[in-house]
């Protein structure tokens, strides 16, 4: 069984096909997938998709590379969201500084917003970090979370390891099976195992072998593979291990989750 631990299969990408899909993708091995959400007007669809299928889980919240498309009210409507139905995961929330047209403070009082009210729910968060893992390892300090997912992790091993301490997973897709991705190729490997998560970001980050197609869950044992190549270790022992620690993030959040929100 695999765990892809950041995909959206929520998005209209999927509407013509979703339920095939997901199918193919269990066919494949691929049992568990987390659905994280990007704008407030797709949680509802987000939420029904998940409680619809075993094994789906959902996480709520405002993408950083949407910013400009976010209402000052939409922070409001997250926390009484998640007071009503206590998602999986808070996200996919973060700091995108590779773009440059957004706004750096807005991006951080929308981050610290939705870290907020993950800290008073006990909730994981879902990370999306480009050009900023010291600013928001900086951020993360000032907060009492029970860790989660940073999709896509292509920093330096010495940030690796303060997302490790705050328990955080780093999630690794479609780019590792490029040849020439020699960065991530030596984060996979020098890392350790238990340090490390599946996803694909479907319907976006294609690998090599799909390179400008839809992206897929379906195609997460490609990623698992090559995980394995690197590592000289089984795509089995791969499976297991990164399942594993993805659903130790889920399962912390639940015992959480019985606890009363501060």
């Not at 995909?7 to 066919?27: G, I, K, M, S, T």
């Not at 999709?151 to 997973?169: C, E, I, P, R, V």
């Not at 490609?222 to 659903?247: C, D, H, P």
């Amino acid at each position: 069984m695999l765990f892809d631990t950041h995909c959206h299969l929520d998005l209209p990408a999927f509407d013509a096909d979703r339920q095939q899909v997901l199918q193919a993708a269990r066919q494949a091995g691929v049992q568990h997938l987390l659905i994280p959400a990007v704008q407030r007007h797709g949680w509802e669809n987000l939420l029904n998709l998940c409680a619809s299928n075993d094994h789906l889980y959902p996480a709520l919240g405002l993408h950083p590379l949407l910013l400009n498309t976010h209402a000052d009210k939409d922070g409001i409507a997250l926390g009484d969201q998640i007071a009503h139905c206590r998602p999986t995961a808070i996200g996919e929330i973060g700091l995108d500084y590779l773009d440059k047209s957004l706004d750096r403070k807005r991006q951080q009082i929308l981050l610290e917003i939705q870290l907020e009210i993950a800290e008073q729910y006990q909730l994981p968060v879902v990370l999306h970090v480009r050009k900023a893992h010291d600013v928001m390892l900086q951020t993360l300090r000032r907060y009492r979370l029970p860790g989660g997912f940073c999709h896509a992790f292509n920093g330096s091993l010495q940030q690796a390891d303060q997302y490790l301490t705050k328990d955080f997973k780093l999630g690794f897709g479609g780019i590792l099976t490029y040849p020439n991705a020699s960065k991530l190729h030596r984060l996979a490997r020098e890392l350790p195992l238990s340090a490390i998560v599946l996803e694909t970001d479907a319907p976006d980050m294609a690998g090599i072998q799909h390179r400008y197609q839809r992206n897929s869950p379906t195609y997460l044992p490609e990623v698992a593979k090559t995980l394995a190549q690197l590592r000289g270790i089984s795509i089995a022992t791969v499976a297991t291990n990164t399942t594993r620690q993805a659903l130790d993030i889920i399962d912390a959040k639940k015992q959480a989750s019985a606890a009363p929100a501060r």
